[in-house]
């Protein structure tokens, strides 16, 4: 488990579990958003457990409530947003594995640390496939 606040990260299927053929994720989350992104290595598949998500895929925005999947092939960007007030539940399926559970327990020790080291942050997510980029991208 990685708590990242006010995300909750739970680790279902780890890449090691099936020969690094995929791996998946829940995210249990507050009002918060997962920032716009893009993967090159891998592709995405986000399935709405509880709550509503708006994502952005491309640029565009789509409001998803539970039961919806979404899937969204490597290099294309996007992000989401649980807009609350009530918490929302997400799987996040990723293929072909490529470590994030890793990802995850680097960021929870980045976050932990007194201030933010922007430039090892950076490093991070070129290493596991998460490119920041801006939202008009």
């Given amino acids: 488990e990685f708590i ?6 739970r680790t279902r299927v780890s890449g090691a579990q099936t020969g690094g053929n995929f791996e998946l994720y829940q995210l249990d989350l507050g009002n918060s958003t997962v920032d716009y992104h893009v993967h090159n290595a891998m592709d995405e598949t986000l399935c709405v457990v509880e709550g509503d998500i708006e994502f952005t895929v491309a640029g565009r925005k789509y409001q998803r409530a539970a039961g919806s999947v979404t899937f969204i092939p490597r290099g294309l960007h996007h992000g989401f947003t649980n807009h609350g007030p009530a ?51």
């Fill in 4 to 9: 990242l606040q006010p995300f909750t990260i």
């Fill in 87 to 137: 918490r929302a539940k997400v799987l996040a399926l990723f293929t072909p594995a490529t470590g994030q559970d890793q990802y995850f327990r680097e960021l929870v020790k980045l976050f932990s640390a007194p201030t933010l080291n922007a430039d090892a942050l950076h490093a991070l997510q070129k290493q596991f496939d998460q490119q920041l980029i801006a939202p008009n991208e």
